[in-house]
């Protein structure tokens, strides 16, 4: 039996930018299976969010590696993989590209002003507009491989036609 390999992409950026609504994009248009990074969340690091306080580099460290474990064992049955996370630091997003050197990672972009209105109707990890404002200031540049995807409009008219360039017609 030959294996098949597996494709993971790996959709990034800031709180409020549509990452979600492009993986479920992918998903739903071109076949993928959709995993949210945020399902690995260690405890201590859900328990810190909610009560707004610093998240550290330790609690980094421990959820990358849940996630990479997580991300391995879904390749192992899945051929088309697009998983979803914040990935705020470059040292994560490393990380997992070391793990997965065949990962593409797809940065989605939006202007700051309609990431704001968007995150501010969520009705989940809306920690508020200066918890939102803080961690865009920790968004550090971002220095691996990647593409990037413009999500200014609402739907996906303006995100398909990006997706069909990187991801070829389905």
């Known amino acids: 039996m030959i294996a098949m390999k597996s494709q993971l992409i790996v959709v990034f950026g800031l709180p409020g930018a549509g990452k979600s609504y492009v993986a479920k994009v992918i998903e739903r248009e071109f076949g993928y299976i959709h995993y949210n990074g945020d399902d690995d969340l260690p405890e201590e690091m859900k328990q810190a969010l909610y009560e707004k306080k610093i998240i550290t580099d330790d609690m980094r460290k421990a959820f990358i590696e849940n996630m990479v474990a997580s991300i391995k064992k ?4 899945e051929t088309k993989l697009v998983v979803h996370q914040a990935f705020i630091k470059e040292f994560m997003r490393r990380q997992l590209l070391d793990a997965i050197p065949s990962t593409q990672f797809i940065l989605v972009t939006t202007d700051n002003p309609i990431r704001e209105k968007r995150y501010m109707k969520r009705n989940y990890f809306n920690l508020g507009l200066p918890y939102l404002r803080h961690m865009s200031a920790l968004f550090e540049p971002v220095r691996i491989p990647h593409l990037t995807i413009y999500n ?5 008219s303006e995100i398909t036609p990006q997706l069909m360039r990187i991801l070829g017609a389905k």
């Open 74 to 77: 879904l390749m192992h049955k």
């Open 152 to 156: 200014n409009k609402e739907g996906s």
